[in-house]
């Protein structure tokens, strides 16, 4: 079993920027791929970024060039720096870990606005 647990969201202004951050417990393997999605009111949830234990990412074409995903395998963190935040951005972001045979886990989501 593995707990997710998110911080970092807020309200911020358009053009503003937000780290997000989420530390797994509980049994982790470093063939486990960690990132974010993000879910809009009415929309479904969509992949934002993914991350290997090597860094090695990947990144909706929507926030590329934008936002960067890292990961501190010490830590069982992962963190989502979003620079250039744009309105269409908000959405409540979630946690996510793959298992390298399909099983997911999630975290309890956090709210990102960007609104003036």
């Known amino acids: 079993q593995v707990q997710l647990a998110e911080s970092g969201g807020g309200l911020v202004q358009p053009g503003g920027s937000l780290r997000l951050s989420c530390a797994a417990s509980g049994s982790t393997f470093k063939s486990d791929v960690m990132g974010w999605y993000r879910q809009a009111p009415g929309k479904q949830r969509e992949l934002v970024a993914t991350a290997t234990s090597g860094n090695s990412a990947n990144y909706a074409d929507s926030v590329k060039d934008r936002f960067t995903i890292s990961r501190d395998n010490a830590k069982n963190t992962v963190y989502l720096q979003m620079n250039g935040l744009k309105p269409e951005d908000t959405a409540v972001y979630y946690c996510?870990?793959?298992?390298?045979?399909?099983?997911?886990?999630w975290g309890q989501g956090t709210q990102v606005t960007v609104s003036s």
């Open positions: 996510n870990l793959r298992r390298l045979w399909g099983e997911m886990y």
